[in-house]
């Protein structure tokens, strides 16, 4: 096999394996009625992302639907693209994992041929390019929306971009999220957030965006003390990234829980 001309997996990949990408939505997938059925899928939601003093946390529930049945409790949303970026993804979840995946072999490939990091910028451009080549599939119904943080060593904080359907990329500020919980998580982050925080307190306010966020939106599932299962957190900064351990994530979950519970109180 011949090796590839340049730094992107993903041409490489295109020009002499095109079969092993995710599909794209051609006229070949266009003519499979079942492909563009969107209550046969299993949809991802909810992710939030927010920054602290020195980088950024990333954290997604684990619930997966198809319609209005739970398909999952176990799923993961967000993955460690490298060591200094982190991904998370909602939208039809099959082909958003392998997107995030072959995101992750993409960003490994550069380091390995170009013997240095891609920057966060470009680690962006990347895949917001992969996210607009699926935009066929998108307008079928199979649409896939990430979420990207990395910490910037040029600059020394933690950033954060959303992206579109079409792969327009944005950049945004100290926090944001997506996915159907995303409007009742956002609420939480205005009020949770704030400047100055570390890394341990931006977790506990992940979490307790997202237990928001399940307490309002039926697809989004909130910890489960009874199975033990925990949102999927990831941090990252200047020491690169990490996920957080279950017993902080339980600790955390535990306290919104006892603060909450509050004879008289329904909402």
Avoid: C
């Avoid at 990347?126 to 040029?154: C, E, T, Y």
Wanted: net charge negative; hydrophobic share 45%.
């Amino acid at each position: 096999m011949d090796v590839p001309a340049g730094p992107s997996f993903l041409e490489y990949l295109a020009r002499e394996r095109p079969d092993l990408l995710p599909p794209s939505g051609g006229p070949r997938q266009a003519a499979a009625p079942d492909a563009a059925e969107p209550g046969q899928v299993r949809h991802a939601t909810t992710i939030v992302a927010l920054t602290y003093d020195g980088g950024a946390v990333m954290a997604a529930d684990r619930r997966a639907t198809i319609g209005n049945v739970i398909a999952s409790r176990h799923m993961e949303k967000v993955l460690a693209t490298d060591r200094y970026s982190v991904v998370g993804v909602a939208g039809s979840a099959g082909i958003a994992l392998d997107i995030a995946r072959l995101f992750q072999v993409e960003l490994e490939h550069y380091e390995k041929i170009e013997g240095t990091l891609l920057s966060l910028d470009g680690k962006a451009n990347r895949l917001a390019a992969m996210i607009r080549a699926n935009l066929g599939m998108a307008l079928q119904g199979m649409s896939v929306v990430p979420l990207f943080a990395g910490f910037d060593p040029r600059r020394g904080h933690g950033r954060i971009f959303s992206f579109d359907m079409t792969g327009g990329r944005f950049e945004e500020l100290e926090h944001h999220s997506i996915g159907s919980g995303a409007v009742f998580a956002r609420g939480a982050l205005k009020k949770l957030w704030q400047p100055g925080m570390d890394r341990e307190l931006a977790v506990r306010v992940a979490v307790e965006a997202l237990y928001d966020a399940a307490d309002d939106d039926s697809a989004t599932g909130g910890p489960d003390l009874v199975r033990q299962l925990w949102p999927v957190v990831h941090t990252v900064g200047a020491e690169g990234a990490a996920r957080a351990a279950d017993d902080v994530l339980a600790e955390a979950a535990a306290d919104i829980v006892r603060r909450r519970s509050i004879v008289g109180r329904e909402a």
